[in-house]
């Protein structure tokens, strides 16, 4: 099945710096790949999505980017802000599937210092 | 305002005890999940459904049941034969099951045994 590692753990950055956190997956069928931020007792909430047929996709602060060649994607967060401060999470899922099994990968706490 | 509600917020299970955790959404989509989140770790997949009547295992079924009577509504019952039960449980609902939809998630729900 599917696995998906993500680093750092842990990422501290000043405010206005750029954060990157990298994730790679093994399934080579996967072709959707959501990030999602969590707040302190909040459920996960989607910020960026790419499939990939595109190697980069940004919104505003946000981007991301996919090289399907080495089965990674990253996360690029830019002019940092204290309410950037959460856990993030990467997620892989297949086509051809019958279903939107997601997997995540292990989280990374980015703490943001004013 | 459409959305996701978990409820209760916390739960306390005795042991041998079953706990049922609701699970209610209003944005009118087929498919929904849930799946458990364990500190420092990803999210992991219990159940998932497609359809209202219909629903499948995901990775750690075992100790868990559910069921998919109505389209708004996934309770997923933690049953005494779950050992380890004390965890963060996330809902989420998508448009449909294919691959590629988004997944939207609830505030989840705390369980710990007393």
């Known amino acids: 099945g599917e696995n998906v590692e993500q680093h750092p753990s842990t990422l501290s950055v000043q405010e206005g710096d750029s954060a990157v956190i990298k994730c790679t997956y093994s399934d080579s069928a996967s072709n959707y790949f959501p990030w999602y931020k969590q707040e302190l007792g909040k459920g996960p909430q989607l910020i960026i999505d790419i499939r990939s047929n595109v190697g980069e996709k940004k919104d505003q602060r946000i981007a991301v980017t996919l090289n399907k060649t080495a089965k990674h994607f990253s996360l690029h967060i830019t002019e940092t802000q204290p309410e950037d401060s959460a856990v993030y999470f990467c997620?892989?899922?297949?086509?051809?599937?019958?279903?939107?099994?997601?997997?995540f990968g292990q989280g990374t706490i980015l703490t943001v210092h004013p | 305002d459409g959305g996701i509600t978990q409820s209760p917020k916390y739960l306390f299970r005795k042991e041998g005890q079953n706990v049922t955790l609701s699970c209610e959404q209003n944005l009118n989509h087929d498919a929904m999940y849930w799946y458990r989140q364990d500190p420092g770790q990803g999210l992991r997949l219990i159940y998932y459904s497609q359809i209202v009547n219909d629903f499948q295992k995901g990775d750690i079924a075992e100790g868990y049941s559910v069921s998919r009577e109505k389209k708004e509504s996934f309770p997923l019952t933690v049953t005494s034969a779950q050992k380890n039960p004390t965890a963060f449980y996330l809902c989420a609902s998508s448009i449909t099951g294919a691959y590629d939809q988004p997944q939207h998630f609830g505030d989840g729900t705390r369980l710990s045994i007393l």
């Open positions: 997620a892989a899922s297949a086509g051809g599937t019958s279903y939107g099994k997601l997997t």
